[in-house]
Nanobody
Framework: QVRLVESGGGSVQTGGSLRLSCAAS????????MGWFRQGPGKEREGVAT????????YYASFVKGRFTISQDYARNTVYLEINNLEPGDTAMYSC???????????????????WGQGTQVTVSL
């Protein structure tokens, strides 16, 4: 059973930075894709960024505007999401997901992911 555990969320002021971590129970190279999604208050869940563990290709949602960076550490079986210049609109529950089936990593579509973590809350204040 695959287990994904997120950490690194918290409460920050506008303009601050956070680095979220997603630790996988298994070897992340075995996944076709890993990604970060978020769900803000009263909003639907949306894709933020994805990465192909095998090749390192990365994909980002259009709203990211260069503020988010997804990366991976094979030795730690961990995927990171660094967020800079945080805005109140970034307030959301951020969840990590893994695709063990073989969907299209570039679509940032939650339906392509079959393993999910519990999420880590990010709250940005003015």
């Amino acid at each position: 059973q695959v287990r994904l555990v997120e950490s690194g969320g918290g409460s920050v002021q506008t303009g601050g930075s956070l680095r979220l971590s997603c630790a996988a129970s298994g070897n992340i190279v075995g996944f076709y894709c890993m990604g970060w999604f978020r769900q803000g208050p009263g909003k639907e869940r949306e894709g933020v960024a994805t990465i192909r563990p095998g090749g390192g290709d990365t994909y980002y949602a259009s709203f990211v505007k260069g503020r988010f960076t997804i990366s991976q550490d094979y030795a730690r079986n961990t995927v990171y999401l660094e967020i800079n210049n945080l805005e109140p609109g970034d307030t959301a529950m951020y969840s990590c997901a893994a695709d063990g089936i073989g969907g299209d990593c570039s679509r940032l579509d939650e339906n392509d992911f079959d393993y999910w973590g519990q999420g880590t809350q990010v709250t940005v204040s003015l």
